[in-house]
């Protein structure tokens, strides 16, 4: 184009200079070089947008839709639960209240308070958490005093028996709604659910077997086993697991959902497009993150896999807002594991986040009303800085867009987040979050080192979690991880997530049986208390791996199902 129609707005008034020359004649390749650069850093920035790419379109687009949010905002809202919040300046006060409610009480609490001290300077720190490592021993021994003796029940017959007593194998359904095929033998199903939950493979797992045909076996691992069968038949077993008698007495307090949730790192054995490089974790090999959410029963209710290099904190809002029939009312999680903005969202869908955070005294708090105020007062710990609540007030309707969009699933929190994330130059909107997520992380702050049993309850469930990782190494192996598309991925981790629910299910009953079994009421008790300290999310009695023999018939059924689940028990 003829040089007075060249757009040059988009250059610094230096580099509008230079992509001529003194002659006047552009220079093509430079002004190419600077407008790509420019049109690159604008995506990364989130100000340039391409319609109709995954990665770069505008983040709105995960959104409610703004025409039918304007329609129908204050629907949205009851649908989501949150119309107690739509009044900005309102939520604002109630937070400061609490806030400023919260310094009082950690300040005049301080001199009783063993978990913190001042030192010359004025500075308060935090004294490190000691582990208890006699409970560990005595949880080992009554494990061992419990249940049956190690590798003694093959994992073939826990999982036909809990089939024989729940049906979740009906959840498997051919893919093709059109056919209408003879249903396989459950041996078949039986052997790709350990195939790929125990990470062996579909082929190998044929050639261990006995008396399954490997093509029959390759055809019921393609055409019925997929992440949302998995997801189903997981959520049903999960469910019945929180109807059973054992379930609400393992919780740290009754009728309170406490959960946690951490990442597994493992090698992937070949190429793979969503693993990522670690020296520290892979060495000179690449990986990928096995991620769940775990109770203090034992129930993984979600697990996903995604790229190492992608943060765990994009992911907790999905499994938090997955399983609406156990909805946690506290979760917890290590440092990597959650950011500022999940704080925000968790106090919108009134869970509240217990992070294990990481170096307290090195992170600032934050307040509403000027610093000056809490110091006036004496206060030994005071906020650093005030937060700015005329952003957060400015962006509040986008907000509970966000809420309701992830609660009511229009979006995954994990995509959202990751577009969000992807800027360069922060967006408002995740900064309104954040500040948001300042505030509340502040309350939690002083309430984590003001309250020991707040401190108490965070250890147990993350010592929880990182015993479910255990127990899913001890599923999957040693070996690198062999699934390398996403489908398989999802689908193997989502067969290992299957295996470990129906283990703890069948622990369950285990336990029921000893407790039905007692001759007198004093026994039981006695027993129960032996129970509530063990975890029935433990294997070391199942038989996982080795040859397997699909010849043999199902055993006799170990258990009333119906006669365990109404027995009565109190702690």
Not at 34 to 48: A, M, P, R, T
């Amino acid at each position: 184009p003829p040089k007075k129609d060249l757009p040059l707005d988009f250059l610094g008034m230096d580099e509008q200079q230079r992509v001529y020359t003194d002659q006047g004649k552009l220079k093509v390749s430079l002004y190419k070089m600077l407008l790509f650069k420019q049109v690159q850093e604008h995506l990364k920035s989130g100000e340039l947008h391409v319609q109709n790419s995954y990665n770069y379109q505008a983040y709105t687009h995960l959104l409610i839709p703004m025409d039918k949010w304007k329609k129908n905002r204050d629907e949205y809202l009851q649908k989501a639960g949150i119309v107690h919040f739509k009044d900005a300046v309102k939520t604002i006060l109630n937070i400061n209240h609490t806030l400023n409610r919260q310094f009082e009480k950690v300040n005049h609490n301080l001199p009783m308070n063993p978990f913190i001290s001042i030192d010359s300077h004025g500075k308060w720190k935090t004294h490190k958490l000691q582990e208890d490592e006699s409970g560990k021993e005595e949880k080992q021994r009554l494990t061992k005093l419990l249940y049956p003796p190690e590798r003694s029940i093959p994992i073939l017959r826990v999982l036909s028996q809990v089939n024989q007593l729940t049906n979740y194998l009906s959840f498997f359904q051919h893919h093709s709604p059109l056919m209408n095929p003879k249903r396989p033998s459950e041996s078949l199903f039986y052997a790709a659910l350990i195939g790929y939950g125990e990470n062996i493979g579909i082929l190998p797992m044929g050639n261990i077997s006995e008396n399954i045909d490997k093509n029959a076996l390759d055809s019921v691992a393609t055409h019925y086993f997929d992440a949302d069968t998995l997801l189903e038949a997981n959520d049903y077993i999960v469910g019945l697991t929180n109807q059973l008698p054992l379930e609400d007495l393992f919780r740290r307090v009754s009728g309170f959902v406490h959960t946690s949730s951490d990442g597994m790192k493992v090698n992937v054995s070949g190429p793979c497009l969503r693993a990522s490089e670690s020296y520290k974790y892979f060495g000179n090999g690449k990986g990928v993150v096995i991620y769940s959410h775990l109770d203090e029963a034992g129930q993984l209710t979600f697990s996903t896999v995604f790229s190492a290099d992608e943060p765990e904190s994009a992911y907790l809002l999905n499994g938090l807002t997955h399983n609406e029939l156990l909805m946690p009312n506290a979760h917890s999680t290590d440092d990597h594991g959650h950011s500022l903005p999940c704080f925000g969202i968790t106090y919108f869908i009134s869970i509240d986040l217990r992070p294990r955070i990481a170096n307290l005294k090195h992170k600032d708090l934050f307040s509403i009303d000027a610093v000056s105020t809490y110091k006036e007062k004496n206060y030994k710990i005071v906020p650093h800085e005030r937060v700015n609540i005329d952003n957060i007030i400015e962006h509040w309707d986008d907000i509970l867009r966000v809420v309701c969009s992830i609660k009511l699933g229009n979006t995954k929190a994990s995509d959202l987040f990751r577009r969000l994330n992807s800027y360069s130059r922060q967006n408002p909107l995740y900064k309104a979050l954040a500040d948001l997520g300042r505030l509340l992380r502040t309350i939690y702050i002083l309430r984590y080192i003001d309250d020991p049993e707040i401190r108490a309850s965070v250890e147990e469930v993350l010592a929880n979690g990182e015993h479910g990782n255990a127990f899913a190494r001890a599923v999957i192996g040693s070996e690198d991880y062999k699934w390398l598309s996403q489908r398989e991925q999802l689908t193997a981790e989502g067969c290992k997530r299957l295996i470990m629910n129906i283990i703890n299910f069948f622990n369950h009953l285990l336990m029921l049986q000893i407790l039905d079994e007692c001759a007198t009421l004093s026994e039981q008790k006695e027993k129960l208390k032996l129970i509530l300290q063990t975890n029935t999310h433990t294997w070391s009695h199942i038989n996982l791996k080795g040859s397997f023999d699909f010849s043999k018939k199902e055993g006799e059924l170990l258990f009333d199902l119906d006669k365990l689940s109404k027995i009565k028990l109190s702690r």
